[in-house]
């Protein structure tokens, strides 16, 4: 079994950044994928981003393309995604998410891909 633990959530402002982080425990594969979702009131769960196992492979949702970097550190089993010029309709939970898999350089990104996810930190932009 593996569990996640988000951390790094807040209220901030509209233009500020955040860093949210994620730390896997407990038995994971030799390589496992990892991504981001997030999740508004009445909205259904979307992908952000994520990460393949050697971190030479991301992808991005559009909304966040080019102001949000995913990036990780095996040693420590945790993924983290930095987020910038933050906007209003960034406001969500925010779950990390981890598929166990024997491809080092694979990614993932629909909900139904992965096996493991966190409860989520939440995440409120004020405009």
């Known amino acids: 079994q593996v569990q996640l633990i988000e951390s790094g959530g807040g209220l901030v402002q509209t233009g500020d950044s955040l860093r949210l982080s994620c730390e896997a425990s407990g038995r994971t594969f030799r390589s496992y994928v990892m991504g981001w979702f997030r999740q508004a009131p009445g909205k259904e769960r979307e992908f952000v981003s994520t990460i393949s196992f050697s971190g030479s492979n991301t992808y991005y949702a559009d909304s966040v393309k080019v102001r949000f970097t995913i990036s990780r550190d095996n040693a420590k089993k945790t993924v983290y995604l930095q987020m910038n010029s933050l906007k209003a309709e960034d406001t969500a939970v925010y779950l990390c998410?981890?598929?166990?898999?024997?491809?080092?350089?694979?990614?993932?990104?629909?909900?139904?891909?992965?096996?493991?996810w966190g409860q989520g930190t939440q995440v409120t932009v004020s405009s």
């Open positions: 998410a981890l598929r166990n898999t024997y491809y080092h350089d694979r990614v993932y990104s629909g909900v139904h891909d992965y096996e493991y």
